[in-house]
């Protein structure tokens, strides 16, 4: 059964402390590993798309990576406003849905 | 450009009516699913919508069933509400036929079952 997992569930930094969270998925025949941000109360924001191991993808303090297990988010010197909800999803075989993990919840202090 | 949008915001229901969600999709975009997110969990897919047919349903009851209309955009209905429908119902659009095409979200519609 396809399933992703993310960890840390919840991660708290100083401004500028560099990080890194984990999604880490099984999946029959990935066709794209995609990362999210949801602020409280609003829809998902998308943020990548990563199609193949090795591929790696950059937005901003953000950068994304992927290999045959698990995909990471790289903030570097995050900012407060970068305070959310991260997603990772996976969708698989010849399906459209996606799966989601749980995801992290980063607050960033100043 | 005018993203995902969805109505209405917000929603208090009692056990037992029945609610109809709708949702419009990003200009361009053909294609419509539908999500729940409970407090605290990632999104669960419920259903999609592609020419007007259900192509594809997650694990979820008959008491969920859509709808998608000639100008792409879709309506969620839900019969028999359960306070375990209490969730935010999210709205995603795509392009049908790019493969690994990426999902917008709406903003989401917040459902409250008392």
């Known amino acids: 059964e396809d399933q992703v997992t993310q960890s840390p569930e919840a991660l708290r930094l100083q401004e500028g402390e560099s990080s890194s969270l984990n999604c880490s998925y099984t999946?029959?025949?990935?066709?794209?590993l995609f990362w999210y941000r949801q602020d409280p109360g609003k829809g998902p924001e998308f943020l990548f798309t990563?199609?193949?191991a090795g591929e790696e993808k950059e937005k901003e303090r953000l950068k994304a990576t992927l290999t045959k297990k698990e995909s990471f988010l790289h903030i570097t010197a995050p900012k407060p406003e970068d305070s959310a909800t991260y997603l990772c999803?996976?969708?698989?075989?010849?399906?459209?849905?996606?799966?989601f993990g749980t995801g992290t919840r980063l607050q960033v202090f100043p | 450009d005018a993203g995902v949008t969805q109505s209405p915001t917000h929603l208090i229901k009692t056990r037992g009516q029945q609610v109809t969600l709708r949702c419009s999709p990003k200009s361009g975009h053909d294609t419509v699913s539908w999500y729940q997110q409970a407090l605290g969990q990632g999104p669960q897919f419920i259903f999609q919508y592609y020419e007007e047919e259900e192509r594809q349903r997650g694990n979820f009851p008959d008491r969920f069933s859509g709808h998608q209309f000639p100008n792409y955009s879709s309506e969620l209905n839900v019969n028999a509400l359960l306070l375990g429908d209490s969730a935010l119902y999210l709205c995603?659009?795509?392009?049908?036929?790019?493969?690994?095409?990426?999902?917008?979200f709406g903003p989401g519609t917040r459902l409250t079952v008392l």
């Open positions: 999803a996976v969708r698989s075989g010849n399906t459209d849905k996606l799966i």
């Open positions: 999946v029959s025949g990935l066709r794209g």
């Open positions: 990563l199609y193949s």
């Open positions: 995603a659009s795509s392009l049908a036929g790019q493969g690994y095409n990426e999902q917008f």
